[in-house]
């Protein structure tokens, strides 16, 4: 009996989880201290009350760096470009979702600066051809 009692306890403390174990967006990811608070804007959970600020900065901060990026890249030329987008790019989406996957899969990626981290995931996921 006992054993039936604290499997049905697991049960149910597992059909009120969310099925998403994503921590909350918090005031304080805003403030970008590092790759880790960028990702957890870019992956915030729709459910989250701040869900659709979080999805829109983290959109809105990866198009400016790459932009910039670019820029510097076209004013320091012929020197060969930081990452090269393929002719058939991914989606902004696609994108947002390699970059947070690439940032949890190294804990050392959640303390780099989130430019660094962003500039450091094109440029491995991104790499230019030799002479590009």
Known sequence: MRLKTSILGVLL????????????????????????DLAALCSADPSDPMATAAKNFCAGFAVGVVRVLQKVDAAEAPRRAMFCFPPKPPTRSEGIAEFVSWV??????????????????????????PGK
């Open 104 to 129: 949890n899969a190294e804990p050392g990626r959640q303390a780099l600066a989130p430019e660094d981290a962003l500039a450091t995931f094109l440029q491995v996921r991104f790499p230019c051809p």
């Open 13 to 36: 403390a597992a059909a009120f989880m969310p099925h998403h174990a994503r921590a909350a967006v918090t005031s304080d990811d805003f403030l970008l201290r590092n790759g880790g």
